[in-house]
């Protein structure tokens, strides 16, 4: 079968997702809500077979990837190529800040120009999706036949609904972008499919009660 299975994840809750402060590439933690989800992921994820683990090599990512790592006993290999979108200045910020200080980028970040580029060495969302396209273009071909995980961010996620969906950039979100959810994606040479989105069963209230009792 000339496709590749994948499974994609959004890392496990930050404190700085908590206080809606922009992470981008700077290295922040999975906080104690985090560090549960993807013990949790992990778990959901048990059963399945993976060729591979791949993961943006920012330590929120990449702790969420070890904890599926070793619930299916498959190796995670660290990949930059699945980072968030760099924010350059925005970065450590939130959006009332930003917006405080610079309303016409804040808007044109809130219009989501695909052209606009956060000043400091940031991206634009056009650079964005053709990093994550050719990174999972790269990647997902290594294992036609096959399945993999992708372990990454909120951005990342969001780029891989619009490329499996034929979205444009500009496109309003409709869809969801869980801490720890599970979605599932089928690529071939000729793109991505949409086969499931924004899975949450395992996060459930009734399964942390269960869990902290």
């Given amino acids: 079968m000339h496709a590749t299975r994948i499974v994609a994840i959004r890392h496990g809750e930050t404190s700085w997702n908590v206080d809606a402060r922009i992470q981008g590439h700077l290295d922040i933690p999975l906080n104690d809500v985090g560090l549960w989800q993807a013990q949790r992921v992990g778990a959901a994820l048990a059963d399945e077979q993976f060729d591979a683990i791949y993961s943006s090599d920012l330590q929120r990512a990449l702790a969420t990837a070890q904890a599926v790592g070793s619930a299916t006993a498959c190796p995670v290999q660290p990949d930059t190529g699945l980072r968030e979108r760099c924010f350059g200045s925005f970065e450590g910020r939130t959006f009332h800040e930003i917006e405080a200080e610079s309303p016409e980028h804040a808007l044109r970040w809130r219009k989501r120009d695909p052209e606009f580029v956060p000043d400091g060495g940031g991206e634009s969302l056009h650079m964005l999706r053709g990093r994550i396209q050719h990174t999972v273009d790269r990647l997902a071909a290594q294992h036609l036949g096959g399945q993999i995980a992708l372990v ?26 869980g801490n720890a959810a599970i979605n599932r994606l089928l690529w071939t040479p000729e793109g991505l499919t949409l086969v499931g989105w924004g899975d949450t069963a395992h996060l459930s209230q009734a399964v942390r009660d269960e869990f902290i009792s």
């Fill in 152 to 177: 990454a961010h909120g951005g990342v996620m969001d780029i891989l609904y619009r490329l499996a969906t034929r979205q444009d950039l500009q496109a309003p979100r409709s869809w969801e972008l």
